[in-house]
């Protein structure tokens, strides 16, 4: 019987089929860096399902929204992405489900972090938009940490800016000591040369 020769029948069998995208804190799915990922992967692999949700307030309400949300999703071909506290949420999605997660400055103490910011916030692509940060939020914070989860460098890439002026770069590389890193020298905490890092991210999906 003569063999496939189609280019699907050659694509690894663990290329990404699933992929979910989350944002930061006060951000939104109209960040530059989802909005690129949704560009690329409508353009390049359509056929790969994209969720991109617009995470609410409450981390529990958030972890809630993403476990419903992948509920059917198988979880040796689905992927997570995460953006700063995106990045805290994706690692608890990674932890749950084994599957794969890509990190951007992903935030590793947020329930310490964030307790200062308890009370009205504004959207950050949206300044007419408000919600509250309720001081239970900070609990539901520690509730979602995976610190026996270790992920290796299989399971996990972590691009981490050494220039984020909003976290500390050396605490997101030892919170996962056995993960891919790649370290970029300068940058910000909104990864402004995402772009630049799309070849890195999507051979480690098994999209390249």
Same mark, same amino acid.
């Given at each position: ?8 029948? #050659? ?103 964030? /307790? ?17 940060? /309720? ?7 520690? /509730? ?51 772009? #630049? ?12």
């Amino acid at each position: 019987m003569p063999q496939d020769s189609s280019p699907l029948s #050659t694509k690894p069998s663990t290329a990404v089929t699933h992929l979910l995208y989350l944002h930061g804190f006060r951000s939104s799915p109209q960040s530059t860096k989802a909005r690129q990922m949704a560009a690329l992967m409508a353009e390049r692999y359509p056929s790969v399902v994209w969720l991109c949700p617009q995470l609410p307030p409450s981390p529990q309400a958030a972890a809630a929204l993403i476990a419903q949300g992948t509920a059917n999703w198988p979880a040796q071909t689905m992927a997570v992405m995460g953006s700063s506290l995106g990045g805290f949420y994706a690692t608890w999605a990674a932890a749950q489900r084994g599957c794969k997660a890509v990190l951007i400055n992903p935030a590793v103490f947020p329930a310490r972090d964030l /307790a200062k910011y308890i009370g009205e916030q504004t959207a950050w692509h949206n300044p007419d938009e408000r919600f509250y940060f /309720a001081p239970e939020f900070v609990d539901e914070l520690r /509730a979602l940490e995976s610190p026996a989860f270790q992920p290796g460098p299989d399971q996990l890439l972590a691009l981490i800016a050494k220039g984020d002026e909003v976290l500390d770069w050396r605490e997101m590389v030892a919170r996962y000591p056995h993960a891919q890193h790649e370290l970029i020298e300068d940058s910000d905490h909104a990864l402004s040369d995402f772009e #630049t890092h799309l070849p890195r991210v999507l051979a480690f999906l098994d999209l390249a």
